[in-house]
């Protein structure tokens, strides 16, 4: 039969084209891989040694990311974010602008997840293809089954290796398979495959819906990238044309399966019309076709037509628009779609109109119907084999043929059953080298017993070691031992794949067989299964497959296996009449599966027993081995089936190990995980470094396997070893019928050689409930014995479930690793120093084959918090060993074993009561520590009450209290003692092994006591120096609260003095003023007698050593004594020919000149080094020796000098020893409260920053405080204050005043006035103005008043004190009225100004207190304070604006009464006038009817228009004796109310007044009023001035009105 090999890619590739596909391998900086692919080793240094998940910064980053995370099961492992694009949407402090440009640009660099994936999986290899497809299907991720090349016109490359590698497992709902767990291949078992296309544009999510057909609506996985997630949106380039696939798997619960069966959906990537290729092949191998169809033009109808010829069955989804599209019901020759092609009732669904959620529902009922029955099962490799006839490249190649050609020559037999294979093939691990394994035990025990070893066991060893010798290699060992030295290493790993492979799938199909050959087993579950539909009223939760009852030795794994167990929907009783019948089974002989693990084992032995020559060399094996073991191919260390250990096999293997490593010195750590066959202690070891262990997934086998590992540099100096060896047991606590020996003895002996090999430990803890005890006393046992033995490693416990069994278990194994954990004396300060050992809790599933389990969220950072402490551990361990070493500790740990030399023997089982007294020891320490604690509460309260602040009171009493600490501990410790005693001599068990636990107690105990003293001293010091830098840190802050409160009264009266806001800046340059003062001048607490100079010797030696001047450094010795002197240059420092040279020229004179002056100058930068060092606010420090050296060695390059060496050194330890001195005083100052000014500077800020605030506040309330009293409270003053003043001052005028008596007085007083000043202008305006003529001369009496008298300001200082005090009372009752703490000032301003109206009668406008200007909240008190201090301001700037020499009109025109107005009340008198005069009228009394004047005015000294009435004639004028005319006459008759002139002469000769004025100005009024001279008297002409006013004093005297 021939062979059809696959296309297959040659190694040699040719370089990328530059297309936009090659670009997304660019970006993600896999460019390199186009032609050198990335393998597994690469990736598990990526993956293996982070500690931490790292955020991307850039895309070069993603791949890593993504395998990282991926290698730790994380749900965001196919995240494209990157650190700058978070920083960038987060937009902080950016402008709107920017943050848009920034995304924009952000975008195109992004890169969709889908991208990613497909570089990740072009850039690797079929290896690594297979570990990552694997991972992803364990995380429910889609993996790719076709891959797009990145050259588009190449052909795509089909993935079938990579599914090789994934198991899944499954509870089908059908009656046959009803309660049995199923477990196959993803490429080798057949299954319904459905495929999902897309034809066109699509507006809903494809992916969207796809997640919901596989995982529900309700689920949050993402089983397909789509694009509502992170970077889902970007356009993919290099994605379009792949098919992912993704695997449903039902749990067997009817209540959360979406479907009944497993199935497998695959989803083509981009519009399928422009992969044509990949559509025909998923329409020939899918079970049934979902097309989303969202165009209906002719090419895509003519597709719909061939997918409708390819695909057996078919579902239509229309997602078309309805506008501007074709009718989507019209098909072929006016038939309709569905009718077209030929689709029955409910194919064609709908999607335009139905959401994702509800498309998704729809889809799922029509898959329901179709896969119980309608669905053809295929297989992916069939579906392989019809891509490669579709000219689809193909992953494997020739070289994987040839590999499974001859994994298939290894395996001929093994289809007649795995134990005729066995015995026929690899011989040697039958009944001859276990029965010589247990000879030699016997042997080793009566050796080691001194007693004479038996005659019959030694004749029984040599007949089988002669049997040996005639063994001759089988042909499978022979195939096997070929195909590993083949010189193409791809080859022997796709050879040792497949040989697992085909392993897994013969014994899996022979197990099938054996497991379908009882049909009444299933006969009676259908039975089970009908009456639990009955009765669900007592339903069982439903456990996992590692949990399950073993009905043959398959309880979980890899295998297509079908194993029974309940299911869900079965009753308690009836799952207890399964129990009894695999209880019934669990009796039947085990079936033997075989792995690869037993090839290598065959190996050992045949190089341990035999001496082969024949085919391979042999003696080359152990190269061979160690090189597989450097790559990933474990070695076993301990065949835990015949309990042998090959050590000259392994002792070969490690020595070819170290040349290969080449290194002759190689330390190793030892990691060892220990835990039952249901801990799953190879898949925990798989997740933390991603090695691959046998594992035992439903095989009998067991044994002790190591792993090594090559540290990277970073690690290896940090863990100071170069190689770590994973060491983990299988198979511990597993039952098996070929084990002589009882099988605890076999656990015991099995956990004790894993354990003596480790320097850190991992206690791994079964979630199989069950099991606990047996395993807990194997983990006690061994840990007894290691400790007895005198190497005991660093513990750690995993737990793996949070179940109480889970718990108390991990709490009893803490207990006795405390107990049993050596101290670690270099870390007695940390208090995890002696308890080492930590519990961690990771929920599964680990990194394994199997991808039914669902991960847990929180697996990822669980994992890396243990590898944390893992790594911790490691480098906490103090064994450095070399691998020699560990050979020699393989080799002492096994004789131990063999001889069962410990002090408590293997059969001996103390495990349980030795956990029980570390439990009980645990709580007495408990209590020790308590009462401890309590006592340290008691001292904490003597320290605090007797203030010790000085050294010497200090020192007292600690010593007094270190005294108390230790009588109290060491009375504690020996109550403690007492129990355990006490508890030694109850207990038998202990009893009888006390000689071996009592001395470990007691060594716990003196440590325990040991360390509790030195803790409660190191607290004790702690607590005295807090307490003393408590004290001083509240004396600083107190101080500096005292000097910033001087600072801020200066800088508000500052900023209030020039209304000026200071910025920040300058109020830090202020604090800085007042932080450095008061640092300068605290009183720091001195050192105890701290000496730097020893420091500063030493870095004065290395500054010596390093310019090569060793023949000074005995200069040193007297370095530190005192200098007396200054710095002298001599002859010694310059060569002998220097000094002839200068000799004869100035006896050597200049040049000592010339290098005093250098020194002189190099001296004077150097003090004022050391006093600006001095002077910062910081302890000494080494740098500023260093500093201070290259001070003098710059100066010295500026100037040549050609001096000797000396003169340097001399120069640098003058110096060094005067700044010595300097920073001394400088260290004194500052090194007993170092920590204290460490706590000053790094809260210095804190300290600015309050300062800064505590100003702001008050400059705050200054200014709202100054804006209230201005805007507010000051008009309301001054209006207050100006209200009566005009009334008082008329008052006062009218006192001192007699013309202001009355309106005669006034009268006359004016006319007096007029005829002094002999002013004609004044007289004109009297006469015809008279009304104006009098206010003005009122005006002007209170203008005169007021400027030549203080009275206005003693007027209103009274007033001003009055209302101020009035105010203050206000402020005052609001600050009562208010509760102390921050409080809005509007309603308290409202509340004054309320006081005021009521209290005191003040009106205040308060429309300015509206708005925000006067809302803040603020502290009351201080703000009270503030107005207080601007109420006062307001009081003195008034007072003395008062009593200033101001403009009294501009005083005036501010009283709301003018003086003028009461005082023209007073002199007002009657307003009317002769109407032919215009003289006013005397009459005083104010109830008079008629109006007399007496002093009428002549005709003269009025113009016409203004005294000759137009009815009046010249002829009815009167003229008097002197023969003037009279022109008031005959008065009555023009105005009744007026009374006549008298006719008197006596009478009329009183009018002397006006006739003189009429003499005086005549000719004046005559220019005046435009009218000719009055003709004048010549007797008037007479009349004096006198005259003039003794006729005033006649009139207004007697008050006669002529």
Same mark, same amino acid.
């Given at each position: ?16 084209? $530059? ?50 995370? *991926? ?32 995304? %924009? ?17 072009? @850039? ?44 899944? =497992? ?17 490429? &080798? ?88 290729? +990949? ?13 989303? +169809? ?111 050609? &001859? ?18 093939? /690899? ?71 497949? *040989? ?90 085990? &079936? ?36 597989? /073991? ?23 293997? #490690? ?65 100071? +070893? ?249 009375? %504690? ?63 600083? %802050? ?67 050593? @390093? ?20 710095? =002298? ?42 006093? $600006? ?111 009566? /003043? ?21 009268? =006359? ?18 006469? /015809? ?103 006062? &301001? ?71 228009? #203004? +005294? ?95």
């Amino acid at each position: 039969m021939s062979v059809k090999f696959p296309k297959w890619q040659s190694s040699k590739r040719r370089p990328l084209k $530059n297309n936009a596909q090659t670009e997304i391998l660019y970006k993600l900086g896999l460019e390199a891989y186009s032609t050198r692919k990335l393998d597994l080793a690469s990736v598990l240094n990526i993956s293996t040694w982070i500690l931490e998940n790292k955020q991307p910064q850039e895309l070069k980053d993603l791949p890593n990311a993504f395998l990282s995370r *991926l290698w730790l099961l994380s749900e965001d492992a196919r995240s494209t974010c990157c650190q700058p694009q978070l920083d960038t949407l987060n937009g902080e402090g950016k402008p709107p602008e920017e943050i848009l440009s920034s995304s %924009e640009d952000n975008t195109q660099n992004a890169i969709n997840p889908l991208d990613l994936v497909t570089s990740v999986f072009i @850039s690797a290899d079929t290896f690594l293809q297979q570990e990552i497809t694997v991972r992803m299907m364990q995380s429910k991720f889609a993996v790719p089954l076709v891959l797009p090349n990145v050259d588009p016109d190449k052909p795509s490359q089909f993935l079938l290796w990579p599914s090789r590698g994934v198991v899944g =497992q499954w509870r089908a709902h059908f009656l046959d398979t009803i309660g049995r767990v199923q477990d196959g291949n993803l490429a &080798t078992t057949p299954m319904p495959i459905i495929s999902c296309i897309k034809l066109g544009h699509c507006s809903l999510s494809k992916s969207q819906v796809l997640n919901y057909v596989l995982n529900g609506p309700e689920s949050s996985n993402n089983t397909f990238i789509h694009k509502g997630m992170d970077g889902g949106q970007v356009p993919r380039r290099l994605s379009n044309g792949l098919v992912e696939i993704g695997w449903y798997l039902p749990t067997g619960d009817t209540d959360r399966d979406i479907f009944p069966t497993p199935f497998v959906i695959s989803n083509l990537r981009g519009d399928a019309s422009n992969h044509e290729r +990949c559509l025909e092949l998923l329409c020939h191998v899918s079970s049934a076709v979902m097309i989303f +169809c969202g165009d209906f033009k002719e090419k895509e109808k003519h597709l719909l037509l061939s997918c409708k010829d390819m695909a057996s069955k078919l579902i239509l989804i229309d997602v078309s628009g309805t506008e501007g599209e074709e009718n989507t019901n019209m098909g072929c020759d006016g038939q309709t779609l569905k009718d077209c092609l030929g689709l029955s009732e409910g194919s064609v669904l709908p999607g335009s109109t139905l959401s994702e959620q509800e498309l998704a529902k729809n889809l799922c009922e029509i898959l329901k119907s179709w896969l119980t029955d309608y669905l053809t099962p295929v297989t992916l490799e069939a579906a392989a084999k019809l891509a490669l006839d579709m000219s689809l490249n193909m992953d494997e190649g020739p070289v994987c043929q040839k590999a499974m050609a &001859t994994a298939e020559e290894v395996l001929k037999g093994l289809d007649e059953g795995s134990v005729e294979f066995q015995q026929k093939q /690899l011989p040697l691990q039958g009944h001859l080298c276990s029965k010589l394994a247990e000879l030699e035990k016997e042997e080793s025990k009566h050796r080691i017993s001194g007693k004479e070893i038996e005659p019959q066991l030694l004749k029984e060893k040599k007949d089988l070691l002669a049997e040996l010798t005639k063994y001759k290699m089988t042909p499978a060992m022979k195939s096997f031992t070929n195909a590993l030295f083949t010189k193409d290493k791809m080859e022997m790993t796709y050879f040792l794949a497949w *040989l697992k492979l085909k392993l897994y799938l013969i014994q899996s199909e022979k197990l099938n067989i054996l497991q379908e050959s009882q049909p009444e087993k299933t006969e009676h579950l259908r039975t089970l299964k009908s009456e639990a539909d009955n009765n669900k009223q007592s339903a069982c939760t439903d456990s996992t497959p590692e949990e399950e009852t073993e009905v043959k030795p398959e309880t979980n794994g890899k295998n297509t296996t079908e194993c029974i167990e309940s299911t869900p929907d079965l009753s308690c009783s009836v799952k207890q009449q399964l129990h009894r019948k695999q209880s019934f089974e669990h009796f039947q002989p085990k &079936t033997h599966t075989l792995g690869t693990e037993h090839f290598f084992r065959e190996m050992g032995l045949i190089f341990e027993h035999t001496h082969m020559s024949e085919g391979k060399n042999v003696s080359l094996w152990p190269k061979l081995a160690a090189d597989l /073991l450097l790559h990933g191919v474990p070695l076993e260390l301990m065949d835990g089936d015949a309990l042998n250990i090959p050590m000259s096999w392994l002792g070969g293997v #490690f020595a070819e190990l170290k040349r290969c490593l080449r290194q002759e010195q190689l330390k190793t750590r030892v990691l060892t995980v220990l835990g039952s066959h249901h801990a799953r202690n190879a898949a925990v070891l798989a997740g933390l470094f991603g090695v691959k262990l046998p594992e035992r997934c439903k095989r009998g086998n067991r044994g002790v396997y190591v792993e090594v590992l090559r540290l990277p540099d970073c690690l290896r100096e940090e863990i100071e +070893c170069d190689s770590l060896l994973l060491i983990h047991v299988e198979g511990l606590g597993l039952v098996s019928g070929e084990i002589k020996t009882d099988k605890l003895v076999h656990d015991n002996m099995v956990a004790t050689v894993a354990l003596g090999l480790s320097d850190v430990l991992l206690l791994n803890i079964s979630p199989h409930a069950g099991d606990e005890f047996e395993m807990s006393s194997v983990m006690v046992n061994a840990l007894i014995r290691s400790k007895v033995s005198g190497a005991f490693p660093i513990c750690q416990i995993l737990i793996q479930d949070e179940g109480m069994n889970s718990v108390l278990q991990a709490s009893q194994l803490r207990h006795v690793c405390k107990i049993l954990q050596t101290e670690d004396k270099g870390n007695t300060n940390n208090d995890h120093a002696l308890n080492t050992t930590s519990t961690i809790y990771v929920k599964g599933p680990w990194p394994n084959r199997c991808v039914s389990e669902s991960v847990d969220k929180q697996h990822s950072n669980d994992v890396l918090k243990l590898k944390e402490r893992l790594f911790g551990a490691l480098k906490r361990s103090t064994n450095k060993s070399e691998t020699s070493d560990f050979i020699g500790r393989l080799s002492d740990v096994w004789e131990a074993v063999k001889n069962d030399s410990f002090s408590i023997s293997l059969q001996n089982n103390v495990a349980l009561v030795f956990s029980l007294l570390c439990t009980e020891f645990s709580q007495w320490e408990e209590c020790l520590l308590e009462h401890m604690e309590i006592w340290l509460i008691e001292a904490t309260k003597k320290i605090i009450a007797a203030k010790a602040f000085d050294a010497a009171a200090q020192n007292v009493l600690l010593t007094d209290l270190k005294k108390e600490v230790l009588e109290e501990v060491k009375s %504690e410790v020996n109550k403690l003692n007492s129990k355990t005693e006490s508890y030694l001599m109850t207990e038998e068990t202990l009893k009888s092994n006390s000689e071996t636990f009592w001395p470990i107690l007691r060594t716990y105990m003196d440590n325990l006591q040991e360390r509790v003293i030195e803790e409660i001293k190191i607290k004790l010091e702690t607590i005295i120096e807090s307490y003393c830098s408590f004290s001083q840190i509240n004396k600083f %802050e107190a101080s500096l609260k005292e000097e910033q409160e001087f600072k801020l009264l200066a800088l508000v009266e500052t900023s209030k003095s020039t209304n000026m806001l200071l910025q920040d800046h300058e109020l830090e340059e202020e604090f800085e003023i007042v932080f450095t003062k008061l640092l300068s001048s605290f009183d720091f607490r001195p050192s105890e007698k701290d000496d730097i100079s020893s420091t500063v010797t030493s870095v004065l030696r290395q500054n010596l050593i @390093s310019r090569g001047l060793l023949k000074h450094l005995e200069k040193l010795d007297a370095f530190g004594q005192n200098q007396t002197s200054s710095f =002298q240059v001599d002859d010694e420092y310059f060569g002998y020919r220097s000094r002839l040279k200068h000799m004869f020229e100035d006896n050597n004179k200049q040049q000592r000149l010339d290098a005093q002056k250098v020194a002189n100058k190099i001296i004077e930068e150097c003090n004022q080094f050391s006093a $600006n060092k001095c002077s910062l606010a910081a302890d000494f420090s080494e740098s500023y020796v260093i500093e201070l050296l290259e001070i003098v060695e710059r100066g010295l390059k500026e100037k040549s000098l050609n001096t000797r060496s000396a003169f340097e050194v001399d120069l640098k330890i003058y110096l060094c020893n005067a700044a010595c001195q300097d920073f001394q005083k400088l260290h004194d100052r500052f090194a007993k409260d170092r920590e204290l000014l460490t706590y000053i500077s790094e809260t210095k800020n804190k300290y600015a920053a309050d300062f800064i605030y505590q100003f702001r506040k008050r400059d705050q309330c200054q200014r709202m405080a100054q804006a209230f009293i201005s805007m507010v409270i000051k008009p309301a003053v001054l209006e207050h204050i100006n209200q009566p /003043l005009g009334t008082q001052i008329a008052k006062e005028i009218q006192y001192k005043a007699q013309q202001y008596q009355s309106p005669h007085a006034f009268h =006359q007083w004016i006319l007096e006035d007029l005829i002094k000043e002999d002013c004609f202008e004044s007289f004109v305006e009297y006469l /015809l103005s008279y009304e104006d003529f009098r206010l003005k001369k009122i005006q002007e009496t209170v203008v005169a008043h007021l400027s030549d008298t203080t009275s206005l300001g003693k007027l209103k200082q009274p007033k001003l004190g009055e209302i101020i005090g009035k105010i203050a009372a206000a402020v005052s009752q609001t600050t009562a009225a208010t509760s102390e703490g921050l409080s809005d000032t509007k309603p308290l301003l409202d509340m004054i100004c309320l006081i005021l109206e009521r209290d005191a009668n003040i009106e205040v406008k308060k429309e300015s207190l509206n708005g925000p200007l006067f809302s803040i909240t603020t502290e009351w008190d201080l703000f009270a304070k503030c107005l207080m201090d601007s109420l006062a &301001t307001l009081r003195l700037e008034l007072s003395q604006e008062f009593n200033q020499n101001v403009d009294v009109l501009e005083v005036l025109v501010d009283l709301p009464v003018q003086p003028k107005d009461p005082l023209l009340q007073v002199v007002r008198g009657c307003d009317k006038r002769c109407p032919l005069c215009k003289a006013p009228c005397e009459e005083e009394k104010l109830d008079h009817e008629v109006h007399r004047s007496l002093l009428h005015r002549p005709k003269g000294m009025l113009p016409y228009e #203004f +005294c000759s009435p137009s009815h009046l004639s010249c002829s009815e004028i009167k003229e008097d004796a002197y023969g003037e005319s009279m022109p008031c006459k005959n008065l009555h008759l023009e105005d009744p109310n007026w009374s006549n002139v008298s006719d008197d002469l006596n009478s009329q000769k009183a009018n002397n007044y006006w006739r003189y004025v009429l003499v005086r100005f005549n000719e004046k009024f005559a220019a005046a009023f435009k009218q000719e001279l009055a003709t004048i008297p010549e007797d008037w002409r007479k009349i004096t001035k006198e005259e003039a006013l003794d006729s005033l004093n006649k009139v207004f005297g007697g008050k006669e009105c002529n």
